[in-house]
């Protein structure tokens, strides 16, 4: 039977928030019986992070709140975690989340082993007091509940942080019940400009579908590359990987807030530039992304389509768990090859490196004979090319002339595809059937099928 007088969600409210104001509306004896109304399961009010029995709720609310994945998206801070979720992974949550127990979404959002525990709840203090005066009532923004998000766009101050409720009487709770215990951070101008580009960073991550990690990775290389701490997009060298670490635990050393701090324990800078792609910690991507370079919606998303127009192959980074490894090159290597004779020109594009190319011309027996076949076919093209361009300008030249004019492409032509040669010079006899100049060769050139077994009697005679 559908709840009468459920609360109409705001545009940005996240599901825990309006459960939270229709308990508090109808003033419930007990959390439990909340939750067991709502969700159909009494432990659903544990996670305030992850929603589930989406499908439950929207046959209680009447359609109030849809079981769909933009719900997950907009009414709770997942948008930035399913952003970087792999394909199979995502889809295996949402399902979860729309039937299966709370303890199962939450598992199935991968926040206990991959990211850590989530356990603070935030608020902007202009927020809470614009909605009292206007509602009566407040609410917990999505938005603010991202992590890395701690800096209100909107007023531009630093958010209020207050731990996930735990008591059994305060586990559906609202920002103006707790808003008297709220601590805030105190953090220098410098600091808050940090936090305000980690929310920029976070913002466009929520806003994208998805993203490949494996792109994401070649896209913070290729920022690091440019700031000059380390040498190429694909392959760390010595020490690189240790500098970028303390460079960036240094960077975030001034930010004073719960989850940074968290990750500050951990080595998740290791872990974020290895290749596994199950580590989709948005707060670690936006601290790397937010370091160097720009941080506005539209750049982000142009130097992603970038780094995704040059992505190398998974066999370039480091050994993915169940993929099949890459026999044979890419496409668009074979059709750079056969355009230039050497790496260096191949490598002026900036869309493929020098270590993929060296990588591939080892492992594709195929990519390198189809570079011989190339090189071998622009030399004799360039070679036919030459002799036309002398001949040309030397219509009365013999063999002699053409060898010491064209020493090279002769000799290539003479030692590779004889018959081409053969075919360029057809009024040149060959070599031992010519012993002296005759009479007639200061005239004009005679071809060689003209010499015939009567002309040559004659020729015999007159002498």
Known sequence: MPVAFFPHPFPTETVYSVCGRFHQATRGESPQETALLLFGDVNARHYTDVPSRLEYLQIATAGAIDATEHTLRARSGLGAYMALMPSTNRLGFFRACQKEAP??????????????????????????????????????????????????????????????????????TLPHLVFTTALQPTLSVQAQLKLLRLASVVRWMSSSHHLETAVLQVMLKDRFRQAGLCASELKWRVGERALLEEQLRHYCGDLFVPDIQRLKACAWLRALLSGDNRHYDPLAWSLALSWHGNISSEGLAREYFGARARKPERELFDALPRRERRVSAPEHIYRALETSDFKKFVLEGGHITEYEIDSWLRRDPDLKKAWQRAIRQRAKTDCVLEIKTFLASHPDALRVDILKACNRAYRWLDANNPDQLHRLLPWVTPRHSRQLRLPWDQKAPISSERHTTGDLSTTGDAS
């Not at 082993?113 to 202009?126: A, T």
């Not at 007091?129 to 800096?151: E, K, R, V, Y």
């Open 103 to 172: 303890s199962v979404a939450r598992a199935r959002s991968g926040l206990n082993r991959y990211v850590g525990q989530q356990s603070v709840l935030k608020l902007c203090w202009i927020c809470a007091q614009q909605q009292l005066g206007l509602d009566s009532i407040t609410w917990w923004n999505a938005s603010h509940q991202c992590p890395g998000d701690w800096f209100c766009e909107q007023h531009r101050v630093v958010l209020f942080y207050v731990a996930a409720p735990k008591q059994e009487n305060a586990l559906w």
